[in-house]
Structures are given as C-alpha cells and as structure tokens.
C-alpha cells in the first residue's frame, strides 16, 4: 500500500482508499528482454515499478527507436493510456533488468471509478497533470530544435 | 449551454450537470490585439470560445513565437492549466479577430466540483485525454526533427 501511495496517480487517496486499491493489485515478475507494452496495441493494463528497470520509448522509423524515459524507481508507473479513451498504449515498455510490477486492469478500476467518483476525479486530476507536464517537457525539447534552426539560419 | 457541450472537456455530462456549468459561465467580449493568457502566469480562468479567433503560443526566445494553434471554432478551449496544480498557464493568448468569450473561474469549478464528484471525474479524464493527445501529437513533431538528422547523418 505504501508503494502505491509513492505513485503520482494516487497522490491525495485517503488510507482507505489506497487500501480499496490493493484489492485490485497484482504482483508480475518481469524479466530482462520482456515487452510489457506496444505502442499502438490496446492498453488494458496500468503498471507499477514495484523492483527493476523499464525502458520507454517510442518508434521514429522501423530500425529506430527514440528513448522516453528509464523507470527504476519504485512507485515509477507506465501505461497510463490505459485509463483514458481510445485505450491505447502510446509508448512501448522493455523490462531493462529482473524485478517486479505492480499491475492494475483498466476494467477493474473503471468499476471501482464508478462506485466511487471522488477516487476516479482524485486519479484524473493527478494523470491530467503529469500529462500537462510531459507536454511542456516535449514542447520545451522541440525548442531545442527550433533554436538550434535558427541560429543555424542566422549564420 | 449548447455551445458548453460542444467543448471537449464536458464531453458526456449530462444536461442537468450542463446546466449548473452555465451557472458558472460568464460572457466577455474580446479585442484585437488583446492578451487573454501569459505563458508562465497564474491560470485562474477557462476559456471557450463563442465568436472570435485566438492564438495560442509558446516563447522560444525573446523575440520568437513558436505557434502552437488557432482556435476559431466555437466550443474549442484554453486556458485548463487553470484546472491542475500548479495553475499556471503553460502558454499564451492572443486574440487576433473580435468576438466574444465563454469565461469559467477556476474557483468557481473548483466548489462545482467538490459538491459533484462524477462531474469532476468526467471533466478531468476528458482533460487527460485531450493531453495525452497533445502528447502524442507534440511527440510527432519531435520524431519529424529526428528524422531530418538521421537523414543527414546518412548523407
């Protein structure tokens, strides 16, 4: 329980909630080389660092893929399209290193939304901001480019 | 209240929940030229478009815009950095056209939303979506810029 309290998504749960949440949790292995999402593929499934490393990255051209992010942290999660419509991963997820994920089917959270909105708003509101945040940070690399052209475009 | 169900954040709220929404809803008139949104500044208010044309934009240097999107149809909206912490507006607001302006206070929702949880929740995931969507797209851009180098690092 302490570990999902660590996690963005359930920032601001009260004890008893965060214990609802638990009941809905599985523990995975993973192993080195493990595919845990594919972009594009439907994402059921939101998952937990709970030990290990997961790579994320998105695919530029068939023999490229741009790096995302390295989750090692616990409490670190990924799959989080899973809980927003159209239900579909936009990053993919490699296991870097043996661990252990916490996972949470989308289904059962939309029914434990649905029996309690104060969680599903609490949720929402903390993913709408890490969302707003990731957005900045993609917009703040994309100006990189942009100065970098222009000044190319100066000299 | 036809013009509120037309913006994408209150997707699916039912009309009795529409109709408290406009409770909350004040028309303003806008200017040419006028500033409705600093990048960088507090965001306390949302705002939906009824007549008009606005930009939004990022600064990349003190004399360079990058622009990020013109909202011309009526129901399309800016300013939801007012709906998550830390409530500042991630871009800002030119209006290039007259025309006249749905305005809600964050305040406002805020106690809308503390008396209505499911109204809250359906708000939030309509933002996380509409976020995760900018992602996605602001990714693209991104991968575009990517290819360009892999390019001419072949040549």
Redo the contacts between chains.
Sequence with gaps: MQLLSSCYLFKGLSEFRLQRLTTITKETPIQKGQWIMLEGKKAEELFIVKEGTVELM?K??DD?E?PIAMLRNPGECTG??S???PHEY?LSARCEEDGTMLVIQQEDLKKL?QED??L??II??N???H??E???E??D???I???TL?KSAHH
Excluded: D, N, P, W
Aim: proline share 0%; charged share 25%.
């Design positions: 998105t530029v051209e490229f741009l989080t399209a809980l927003v419509a936009s939304i909105h104060k599903g708003c929402m509101e993913l709408a901001q969302m707003l990731r957005l900045k993609t917009r690399e994309l100006k480019h942009f100065k222009l």
